[in-house]
T-cell receptor, first 116, second 110 residues
Framework: DAGVIQSPRHEVTEMGQEVTLRCKPISGHDYLFWYRQTMMRGLELLIYFNNNVPIDDSGMPEDRFSAKMPNASFSTLKIQPSEPRDSAVYFC??????????????FGSGTRLTVV | GQNIDQPTEMTATEGAIVQINCTYQTSGFNGLFWYQQHAGEAPTFLSY????GLEEKGRFSSFLSRSKGYSYLLLKELQMKDSASYLCVVNSGGYQKVTFGIGTKLQVIP
């Protein structure tokens, strides 16, 4: 398996622009997670899906953020409009178990977003 | 809510043993994980403890004491490639997600 695949690896955009991050989870993993990582706050859960259905989006900072999972092999995280404080590394992760259990989460390589 | 404490940075010598401690306060408990994250890369799963005691996996071992809210990750025969951040992660009971600590940045020196 190719693992969790994210694109793009790097994104630089101007404030106010729309940003779309993409993720392909591991086939057969029922859970997909979007995390954001900053130096100050570490890894923060934004939202997670179970069988393509959003279960908990309480970590989504505000209405500018939205996430979708139209099918089992694809998810997007969108920021519109983007702001400089959104600059961070965004990770997608998948797992067969909601907490990872004995398998843990498998993370993608991340998207480093810079909003100028 | 949850609170996870671990040292920010540690330095150890190649070939030595290092212990990274983690204390946590949580309203419930369903398991504790350790992840490794090299600079600029994604976190990777190392270990999972749900019962008290020591879990050994090669050069890495993880210990848990639920009554003390305490865990440690033990790295033996340190190698330069072990230089990374180590994240303590707690799953609280009745709450279907996990919380990542800020992590301990370990530097292995020759």
């Amino acid at each position: 398996d190719a693992g969790v695949i994210q694109s793009p690896r790097h994104e630089v955009t101007e404030m106010g622009q729309e940003v779309t991050l993409r993720c392909k989870p591991i086939s057969g993993h029922d859970y997909l997670f979007w995390y954001r990582q900053t130096m100050m706050r570490g890894l923060e859960l934004l939202i997670y899906f179970n069988n393509n259905v959003p279960i908990d989006d309480s970590g989504m900072p505000e209405d500018r953020f939205s996430a979708k999972m139209p099918n089992a092999s694809f998810s997007t995280l969108k920021i519109q409009p983007s702001e400089p404080r959104d600059s961070a590394v965004y990770f997608c992760a998948s797992s067969p178990v909601v907490t990872g259990g004995g398998y843990g989460y498998t993370f993608g390589s991340g998207t480093r977003l810079t909003v100028v | 809510g949850q609170n996870i404490d671990q040292p920010t940075e540690m330095t150890a010598t190649e070939g030595a043993i290092v212990q990274i401690n983690c204390t946590y306060q949580t309203s419930g408990f369903n398991g504790l994980f350790w992840y490794q994250q090299h600079a600029g890369e994604a976190p990777t799963f190392l270990s999972y403890n749900v019962l008290d005691g020591l879990e050994e996996k090669g050069r890495f071992s993880s210990f848990l004491s639920r009554s003390k809210g305490y865990s440690y990750l033990l790295l033996k025969e340190l190698q330069m490639k072990d230089s990374a951040s180590y994240l303590c992660v707690v799953n609280s009971g009745g709450y279907q997600k996990v919380t990542f600590g800020i992590g301990t940045k370990l530097q292995v020196i020759p």
